[in-house]
């Protein structure tokens, strides 16, 4: 398989590769454009499968809709792909420290939702 986050992964073989399939794939896609990883490309390609695999499961959390508007309002996947995972890497570190939202899920969902290509550019 090879992976292009501008373009979605055909959902059954995306899920069907293991997590660490997953990874790689994503790294070598950052590699092979010269994309900037930040300071470590295992998490942000983490962040990158999270959101595909959200993507790829139908995730009843508002992911795939919100991808879909987020790229009718400008974002190309791979910009809205990172929009989301922002939120997401929030809600992590949110729970990591000790921040824990009372009902994670839906909180997650609303701030998903809410997510605009104009909110993301202001970043």
């Known amino acids: 398989m090879h992976y292009n986050a501008r373009r979605a992964p055909i959902p ?3 899920l ?3 997590e660490q399939e997953r990874l790689d794939l ?3 896609y950052h590699r092979r454009d010269r994309l900037s990883v930040g ?3 295992t998490a942000h390609a983490a962040m990158h499968v999270v959101v595909e695999n959200q993507i790829a499961m139908g995730n009843p959390y508002v992911v795939p809709a919100t991808l879909n508007r987020l790229m009718r ?3 190309d996947r791979h910009d809205a792909i990172h929009a989301i995972g922002s939120v997401f890497i929030q809600f ?3 729970e990591a420290t000790g921040n824990k939202h009372p ?3 839906a909180e997650y969902g609303r701030q998903v939702a809410a997510l ?3 909110s993301w550019r202001t970043q």
């Open 116 to 118: 605009t290509a104009a």
């Open 16 to 18: 069907e590769l293991d």
């Open 92 to 94: 992590f570190y949110d």
């Open 103 to 105: 009902d994670l899920n």
């Open 73 to 75: 309002e400008g974002l």
């Open 39 to 41: 300071q470590s490309a």
């Open 26 to 28: 994503v790294i070598q």
């Open 12 to 14: 059954k073989e995306w």
